[in-house]
C-alpha cells in the first residue's frame, strides 16, 4: 500500500526561497539596467563625487605629515641647541669658579688650571654633539658663516582644507658659540677686553678653535699657572661674567624660538589624525542602496535554503520510521 503525503513546511519552506531567488534576481537585473544607462543616482562604485570625499582626506593628511615632519625637525634643531646651551652654561660657570679659588691664599693654580682644561674639553664636546642632522647652531666650521635658520613654527587649516605654513627665521649667530672661521663670531672663542673692577684692563677669551680669523693679537686665553697674578684673575673673572651673559641672552634667543614650534606639535598632530580617521570612516560606507539590498536578499535565500534542508533531513528520518 502506498501513502502519498503534503508536508505543508517544505513546501513553505521552498515557497520562501523561490520568492526570495526572484527577488534578488529582479535586484540584479534593476542594478545593471541602471548602471547602464548612465542613472540620475549612480551607486558609490561610480559616484566620483563620492569619492572624491576621501581622496581629499587622503591628500590632506599627506600634506600635514610632511607638515608634521617639518615641524618635528624644527624642534629637535631647537632643542639640541637649547639643551647644549644648557649645559654649556654650566660648565662655564664651574671654571669661573675655578678662577675664583684660585685668588684664594695658597691656592694650588697648576691644579686649577688642569681642572680648567678638562673643562674645556668637556664644553668642546659638548658643542660638537649639540647637532641634529648635521645642524649645529652652536658652532660654526671652518670656512662657513653663522646663517639665518628658516623654521616652520605653526599651520592653520581652512575650511576647505587649504594649510597655511607660518616660517619663523631664526639667526644662528644669536647662539653660536665658537667659531672656527671668525674668532669674535663665537662667545667662547671672542675676546672680551675693559677693566675689572680693580681698575686693571684686560682681554681675554675662553677657547682657541684655531680659528681661520683669529683675534687680536692683545688677547689671552683663559689659563692660569703659578704666576699668575690676583689682578690677572680679576681681569679673567670679569670677562667669564661677559660671557655668561651673553650665553644667559643665547638662551633666551633659542628658548622663544622653541616654543614658538614646539607650541604647535599637537595641533597639527590632531589635525593629521582628524584626516585620517574622517577618510577611514568615509571609505567604509562605500556599500551603497543596491549593494546593500542585494546582499540582504542573498543572505535571506541562503537562511531559507538551509530551513528546506533541515526540513528535508526531518521528513526524511520520519520516512524511515514509517517504511
Known sequence: MTSVGFNLT????????????????????????????????????VNGAYWSIPTTFSASSLSLGSVQDANGRAAAVTDSAAIGLEQATEIVGRIQQKIVQAKMVGANKPAINADIDAMKVTLAEVIDESAFNGENWLQVEAGQRPKIASLLASVTSGARGELSINMID???AQATLVSKETADEGVLTRAYAGTSM???????????AQSAVPNRSSAREIRIDAGTSSDQLDGMISALNRVLIDMVGASAEVGAARNQISGDEGFIEGLAQASDLGADSRVRT?????????????????LQSSALNITNASMAGWLKIYL
Do not use: C, H, W
Not at 10 to 27: H, Q
Not at 32 to 45: I, L, M, N, T, W
Not at 198 to 208: E, N, R
Open 286 to 302: 562605500d556599500i551603497g542602496e543596491e549593494d546593500a539590498k542585494r546582499l540582504a536578499l542573498e543572505t535571506q535565500a541562503q
Open 10 to 45: 517544505t513546501a513553505s519552506s521552498l515557497s520562501m526561497r523561490d520568492a526570495s531567488n526572484v527577488a534578488l534576481e529582479r535586484t540584479r537585473q534593476a542594478t545593471a539596467s541602471r548602471e547602464a544607462d548612465a542613472p540620475a543616482q549612480p551607486s558609490a562604485e
Open 170 to 172: 631664526f639667526d644662528t
Open 198 to 208: 680693580s681698575g686693571v684692563p684686560y682681554d681675554y677669551y675662553l677657547m682657541d
